[in-house]
């Protein structure tokens, strides 16, 4: 797979995984409604009409064949639109994410996709798009009232397949049509974005500004100056954040207690999780949890 793309992939959903405090589901302004449901990721598509989306304080016009890569971390609103303008969606957690993101990693192409996450496709490129949504979709349904486990595991991997298959085959197409170059990057940029990707993958084991620092022989104070630099955040507003969101992930799934969330993020004791929550997001687990449902 090409390196170049799969980092792209990359840069896009850790950038925007540390953005969680201006977090909003993408919202349709015109009808009152939500798209994108909270925890997720997305392909929004226009499938009809006329529409204008501002994402991240720009504006973009909206027209069939129109899409834009979206999440909730991501300030997504729909500000208008006709009356005869249709969406499609395929959207994601950020588990169906990883396996594709973090496997393999290179310090290029940083961050071009969330700047711009406006593509045009063709005709042959909507209807790839819609056979995958409505691939997804006739699979979700087939979950429902499904008493049979083993197959319920096979249709849920062949969900994850398929979402994983159409987030590689529509960001190729996104950079296959910006005509995106290859750049080398930076020793600090490679410092910064390295550590994004050590720590998407180690977070929940080392959550310690100083131990990344020792790992690039750099003291913390100037570790950190390069991270803000290139993420725009500090390195301990990235780890809170990222923990934060992952937390938030955990606990939408009530099968889950709040001690057990305690040992997946190792944390040393209940009490110490739920006061780090709590810092972050003014809620403790619990409270967070009743909001949910």
Not at 158 to 185: C, H, R, S, W
Not at 212 to 228: D, E, R, W
Request: charge should be positive; aromatic fraction near 14%; proline fraction near 3%.
């Amino acid at each position: 797979m090409d390196t170049d793309f799969v980092s792209a992939v990359f840069s896009l959903y850790s950038y925007n995984f540390f953005n969680y405090l201006c977090a909003m589901p993408v919202f349709n302004a015109h009808t009152k409604t939500t798209i994108l449901p909270y925890n997720m990721a997305g392909m929004l598509l226009c499938t009809g009409g006329q529409s204008e989306l501002q994402i991240n304080g720009t504006k973009y016009k909206f027209s069939r064949g129109s899409m834009c890569f979206v999440d909730q971390f991501v300030s997504a609103e729909i500000v208008s639109q006709s009356d005869d303008c249709h969406w499609e969606m395929i959207s994601f957690t950020y588990e169906v994410l990883y396996p594709i993101a973090t496997h393999v990693y290179e310090t290029i192409m940083r961050n071009r996709l969330f700047k711009n996450p406006y593509i045009k496709l063709d005709g042959k490129q909507i209807k790839d798009f819609l056979f995958y949504a409505g691939r997804i979709r006739d699979r979700q349904r087939m979950l429902e009232g499904e008493p049979n486990e083993s197959k319920l595991k096979m249709v849920s991997k062949n969900i994850v397949l398929l979402q994983q298959t159409a987030i590689i085959e529509f960001t190729m197409l996104y950079f296959d049509g910006n005509n995106i170059p290859t750049q080398k990057a930076s020793r600090n940029e490679t410092i910064a974005y390295d550590f994004v990707a050590s720590l998407v993958a180690n977070f929940s084991k080392e959550r310690s500004v100083g131990l990344y620092a020792k790992q690039v022989g750099l003291t913390t104070n100037y570790f950190s100056q390069i991270v803000h630099q290139y993420i725009g955040y500090t390195p301990t507003a990235v780890i809170k954040n990222i923990t934060i969101a992952n937390a938030k992930m955990l606990l939408a799934d009530t099968r889950l207690s709040i001690k057990e969330i305690t040992v997946r993020l190792n944390f040393p004791s209940q009490i110490s999780f739920c006061k780090y929550f709590k810092t972050g997001t003014g809620m403790s687990p619990s409270e967070y949890r009743k909001t949910m449902y």
